[in-house]
């Protein structure tokens, strides 16, 4: 196995690591996205396709609308010791060791991460472009490198994969990160999937995968969300706080809810959204997803906790006895964005 030296690689670098190892175990970050799941098992179907072994694997259970993405793989979970059988340990989407969840214990081991984050705290060799809307982004780069260079068939469902990323990440396109080699790259991915003849999905039926299919208990955790739902400065801060017993009480899972935080920032007035989630095994852990509308730094404020994202999207952990502690502690770090102090 690689020593694991923290230093900024190019992708030409990153592609020649995975070239030369036969086998490659694939890690995503905690509460995984359809970046983090797109980029990931495009990673994994390139590698497949060059005869190499590889797997992606992640601390949490992947979210039931999201299971599409996983292909051959049933599941994602780690099993103990499975790392030792792999010749290269490759991180995914994946800003800091805290985003690797209960995997954290293996970072010492991962040499190789491929990202997009700009905020972020590197914790072995890696490549890093802060410009590309989504890790999705990055990896359309290797797919490229790969197919140019001979070592890589063109693929249509790779570009699934790929679209289903930089899709997911730019919100369909709508958020600020996306760019014009996003709306290119975009394109040439749908290009080579509206010409496959191979029974996968179209660039609609993805879409309506991503973004317009969900289960009855995903509509009741939206209802739940809105009962949920606290705002602060007048309005300006949106959060929703999920905590362990609403869970219990209500029979729903945390995949159930997804991506909660877009229900405060699609509120009218709402300047930063955030989802804050009770962890299921460390009740003192609380997970906090944030978001801006405008040109807030969430990130700077994640990044403070050991976080990290982007400056419009960011994540982090914070430690706190109780709900209202946590919502405490979130309210006062992120109103200060806002050039004001105070709550409700």
């Known amino acids: 196995m690689m020593t ?11 592609a020649g690591r995975l070239l030369d190892a036969p086998s490659v175990l694939i890690f995503i970050h905690q509460n995984p996205d359809g ?15 060059m005869g190499k072994t590889a797997r992606v694997v992640c601390a949490d259970a992947i979210p039931h609308r999201l299971g599409f993405l996983m292909r051959e793989q049933e599941s994602c979970a780690y099993i103990e010791g499975m790392e030792d059988g792999y010749a290269l340990l490759c991180a995914v989407d994946t800003a800091s060791v805290a985003q690797l969840g209960t995997l954290s214990p293996l ?79 975009a394109a040439d991915l749908l290009e080579t999937i509206s010409a496959a003849d191979d029974g996968g999905d179209d660039i609609a039926m993805l879409n309506h995968r991503l973004f317009a299919c969900r289960t009855i208990q995903e509509l009741y955790a939206q209802r739940a969300g809105i009962d949920a739902l606290r705002l602060f400065f007048d309005g300006a801060i949106g959060v929703v706080l999920l905590t362990q017993e609403m869970l219990t009480q209500s029979g729903l899972s945390r995949s ?4 909660i935080v877009g229900l405060p920032r699609s ?22 997803s944030s978001r801006s ?5 969430v990130s700077a404020v994640c990044a403070s906790f050991g976080g990290g994202g982007h400056k419009r999207a960011a994540g982090c952990s914070i430690t706190a006895p109780d709900a209202e502690s946590a919502l405490a502690v979130v309210v006062e770090a992120f109103g200060k964005l806002l050039g004001t102090e105070g709550a409700e």
């Open 107 to 185: 970072a010492e081991k991962i040499s190789l991460s491929i990202d997009h984050h700009g905020q972020n705290d590197p914790f072995c060799a890696h490549c890093t472009v802060p410009t590309a809307s989504a890790a999705g982004e990055v990896l359309v780069d290797l797919y490229g490198l790969f197919v140019s260079k001979g070592h890589l068939a063109p693929s249509a469902d790779i570009c699934r994969l790929l679209y289903a990323a930089i899709v997911s990440d730019t919100g369909s396109f709508k958020y600020s990160n996306t760019t014009k080699d996003t709306l290119l790259k």
């Open 35 to 49: 970046d983090a799941l797109g980029s990931g098992f495009a990673l994994a179907q390139m590698l497949r396709a």
């Open 4 to 14: 694991n030296k923290i230093t900024a690689i190019p992708l030409s670098e990153a």
């Open 267 to 288: 509120l009218e007035g709402v300047r930063i959204a955030l989802s804050v989630k009770q962890d299921e095994t460390e009740p003192t852990s609380w997970r906090v």
């Open 293 to 297: 509308t405008e040109d807030l730094d």
């Open 256 to 259: 159930d809810f997804g991506d």
